[in-house]
Structure formats: C-alpha cells, structure tokens
C-alpha cells in the first residue's frame, strides 16, 4: 500500500503539532546592560588576549603562557572540548544510516529424510542497512542540543584559560610585593640593629637608663619575627605559583621590581558590550541553548519513530550447484502507549534542566556586570590611597630623621626615635601593599571584562565551530 508524499507530509505536521505534553518553563527576566558604568572611569585603551604583556616584566608573561600550556585544570578544559566534539560526531552519526556486514559459516552433518547422513560446508555473507527517519526532527534536535554542548565546552576552556592567566598575575604581584616587604623588613632590622648597639653602648656608659635598653631590645626582636613570617609566605606563595604552572614547587624566577612594574591603562569597554567579551557569559548561553534543544527532544519523544531496514546477502552450501540470493526491506513503527510516566518524567526533567539553563545565564550575566564596577572601583580607590600613602611615608621618613638626631643629641629620649621607627615601617608596608593592590585590582578588572576574549559567528574564519566528521 502506498501512500503519497503528501499524506505523509500532512500527518507528520500533525503529530507534531500534539507532540508531547506542555512543559511549563520559567519566565526569567532578561539582564538589560546598564548606559554607563556607575564608576567614572579615563580609560580607553584596548583590551587585549595577551593583556599580561601590558606590565613590562618578561618573567611574568612567561609564567602566564607556560600555565597555559602545562595547567591542569587547562588540560582538563581542553579534554571536555574533545569529549563534547565526540558528542557531536555520535548525535550526527544517529541521522545515518548504519550499514552493518556478517558472515556466518560453517561445517554440519545431518541426517536426511531416508535416513542417510549428510555433510555440508556453508557460508552466508549478508549486508543489512538500518535507517531511522527523523520525520519528527527529534535527532536534528540532539544534533543540534550536542552542538551548541560543543560550542559552550569551547567557552568554558577560554573561561578556566583567562582565570589560569589571573591566577598566575595575581600570584606573581603577591610574590614581588612580598619581596619588597621582606626587603623592607630587612633594613628594618638592620636599623634595629643598630639602635640596640647604641642603647647597649649608652647604658653602659650610664648615659641612658636601662629601660631604653630594654624597650631596643624588645623592638628589635618584635621586627626581627617579621623576616621569618615574610618568608615563609614567599614560600606559599613560589608553591601556589608553581602548582599553577605544572611543576612541583620551586624558586620562581623574578623579573621586574613591585615598584618598577608598568601600570596598564584601564580599558575603555561599554556595558553594552560585556556580555559578548566574557566567555563564561558564552558558556552559559550555549548551554541554555542546547537546554531548549534537549526539551524539544524529550517533548518528540512521544511520537512515533519509524525505522527502515534492509539485507542482502547470498547462501553457499556444499549441497546447492549454485549460491542462492537472499535479502528483505522492511520498516517497523514504534508509538509509545505506555511507558509508566518515564516519558512524562523525561520531559519534566528536561525542563527543569533549561530553566536551570536560564537561571545560571542570568546569574553570570549580572555577576558579570558587578565584577567589572567593583574592579573598576578598586581601581580608583586604591590610586586615590597611593597618593596619601606616599605622602605619610616621606613625613614619617622625615619625623625618623629629626627623632633620630634629637636622640643622638640628647634633646629627647629614645621613645620618640622608637614610634617614629614604628610609624615608618608601617607607612612603608602599607604602601607596598596599596601598590600591590592596584596591581591586582588591573589584574581583576582585565578578567571581569573578558581579558580581550571575542567569540565569532559559526563559519568565519575565528569561529571555534564543531569539525566536519
């Protein structure tokens, strides 16, 4: 019985239309870029994929690309990538035919119908083809949910690249600001040193009461401890480093002083622009993608799936004069009736699963939008400290110096010398790490706004589209 291309055409548009039940979905509220950033920000320099280059210190461009390449978490982005690209070839593989070849054969005795034995060789090639017709676009849909799988596996490795890159640029600023505080503490103590010597020689020569001695002594230890704390987070610090690279901890090499490192001008982005410089925001888009897909899917489960078979092949036995031709073509229907609610179940599952989707792309989306306004405002704030930073430090060196010669001269006692000491170790410290911190405040903001990341269209020539298979 044949039926026209028409019918056929009709009833699947029909059954379509009834396909599955309603899943309820979500309404999730679009995440609308605000007209300008709340932070007043100068900058306009451009954002670009390598933004480490822009501090000037070689010995950190290195760390960063070395981290890139020996990584692990990169390692395992990257093998996310190759297990979603084979989820591609498998969904696609689902809309072809499957062309399978067996041969049997054999050697057999028997007895025939007058009693007589009988021997026989035999062997029987046989091609069979199986094809399912996605008359519904239930497999189109799994290709297509695989694909946009690939495309958000894709951005989620240039997702843990860019965090790797901060990681490493932040570690590394901690290290030299952390050299700089052990340098710092270091002369301290050897200013320390010295003001015990004298105290020891004062009160020996009853100059000075033994209570400067004392409070010398008792100053000298109390920055003396500084040196082993520094260094002990310099070595935390050289592991962490390490670790992030794919080595077993080490001495990392320096390149570039804290104070000498270039401060990269702040880039100029729009918010209108920033959901399509971030990789993460990518992923989770792709990902509330292939949701939609796999919901359409689970919904064309409950139609019929129709499925075309073929075989030929020939018999060779020792008993025949000539090989006999064997084949069939056929084709089944398969409707669900009854499934027990395990389709119904699919389907509520696989919505819950895209509002999931939609739910986590809204999420990154406006974390996306705070990241940049507090590393923006980390940004302004932490310059507007250096200034009066650096101001306090040169009083505080200036107040040491006069203490200093008054003690030496006798005009005041050693008190004065020790909480002008105190003052300037302080006012140097906090200074290194203000300088630090508007290092890193770059750092965050470069990674909040995509660290130069573009996604292209599927097809241009910087597309990251699935390979042919």
């Known amino acids: 019985m044949r039926i026209a291309p028409l019918a056929i055409a009709v009833l699947a548009g029909t059954l379509t239309a009834c396909a599955g039940p309603n899943v309820a979905v979500t309404e999730v509220t679009p995440v609308a870029p605000p007209a300008a950033w709340r932070t007043e920000s100068r900058g306009g320099a451009p954002l670009q994929s390598d933004w480490w280059q822009s501090f000037g210190d070689p010995a950190l461009a290195a760390l960063v690309e070395k981290a890139l390449v020996h990584n692990s978490d990169v390692g395992i982005a990257a093998a996310r990538v190759r297990e979603a690209r084979a989820n591609v070839a498998i969904a696609r593989a689902q ?76 570690n590394y600023v901690v290290l030299r600001s952390l050299d700089a505080r052990l340098a710092i503490a270091r002369e301290t103590v050897r200013a320390r040193s010295e003001s015990l010597r004298i105290a020891k020689s004062r009160v020996g020569s009853g100059y000075s009461p033994k209570l400067e001695l004392e409070q010398a002594q008792a100053e000298y230890d109390a920055t003396a401890q500084i040196v082993p704390q520094i260094e002990l987070a310099i070595a935390r610090t050289e592991g962490a480093l390490s670790l992030l690279v794919g080595e077993t901890p080490r001495t990392i090499d320096r390149g570039v002083a804290l104070d000498r490192l270039t401060v990269p001008a702040i880039p100029g982005d729009l918010p209108s622009e920033l959901l399509r410089r971030r990789p993460d925001v990518a992923q989770t888009e792709y990902q509330l993608a292939a949701s939609d897909k796999n919901l359409a899917a689970a919904r064309k489960r409950f ?77 302004k704030r932490v310059d507007e400290q250096i200034s009066f930073a650096q101001s306090q430090r040169d009083a505080l060196a200036e107040g040491l110096r006069l203490a200093t010669n008054r003690y030496r001269e006798g005009y005041s006692p050693y008190l004065e010398q020790l909480d002008a000491q105190r003052g300037l170790l302080g006012a140097e410290l906090s200074l290194i790490q203000l300088r630090a911190d508007a290092l890193t405040a770059r750092i965050q903001l470069f990674q909040a706004m995509g660290g130069g990341w573009t996604w292209a269209p599927c097809g241009t020539a910087d597309a990251p589209c699935a390979p042919e298979t």
């Open 303 to 379: 139609l019929p799936q129709v499925r075309l078979t073929s075989a030929a092949g020939a018999a060779f036995s020792t008993l025949l004069a000539d090989p006999i031709t064997i084949w069939s073509v056929g084709g089944s229907i398969l409707a669900p009736i009854f499934q027990g609610g395990r389709l119904t179940a699919q389907a509520d599952a696989a919505g819950a699963q895209r509002d999931q989707a939609a739910f986590a792309y809204r999420r990154t989306a406006l974390n996306a939008f705070r990241e940049v306004e507090d590393a923006l405002a980390a940004v």
């Open 95 to 170: 809309t072809l035919p499957a062309i399978d070849a067996t041969l049997g054969a054999g050697r057999s005795r028997s007895v025939n119908p007058f009693g007589q034995p009988v021997e026989q060789d035999f062997a029987q090639p046989q091609i069979q083809i199986a094809y399912e017709v996605d008359l519904f676009g239930r497999l189109a849909d799994q290709q297509s949910a695989a694909r946009d799988a690939f495309f958000a596996s894709e951005a989620g490795r240039d997702t843990v690249q860019l965090s790797v890159a901060a990681a490493v640029a932040n």
